[in-house]
Every structure is written in structure tokens, then in C-alpha cells.
């Protein structure tokens, strides 16, 4: 596959960056208190979600394509 190819992208690669990223929102948020911690979570549960549900899974590819 060429790396430019959308069907390349690997939802978990991209799930954990956005893990990362929502990690570090969550330790801005925690001396803001508990419900900025709950929507930087509910945020990251949304995107995360998103993300699963458009970029199609290396394997989903694979049994698509016949291999």
C-alpha cells in the first residue's frame, strides 16, 4: 500500500495519538476540577469514537480486498 493511501491508516496509531493528546488536556484540566476533567474525557470519548467508527481498521481492509 502507498503511504498516502487513506485505507493505510491504522486506527489504533491513530486512537493513541489522541489518547496523548487527551492526556495532556486532562493534566491542564485537573486543577480546573472535576468538570473540566469530564469534558476533556467526554471530548476525547467523542473523537476516539469518531475515529473508529471512519478510518477503516488495517484488518477490515485486508478481508475487503481479499487478502
Known sequence: MLEDDPA???TPGLVGN????????LA???????PAV?????????VAG???LVVPCDAAVSAASGR
Open 8 to 10: 493505510s491508516r491504522s
Open 18 to 25: 489522541i489518547s496523548t493528546i487527551a492526556t495532556v488536556g
Open 28 to 34: 491542564a484540566a485537573v486543577p480546573s476540577g472535576i
Open 38 to 46: 469530564l469534558r476533556v474525557w467526554g471530548v476525547w470519548a467523542l
Open 50 to 52: 469518531l475515529v473508529q
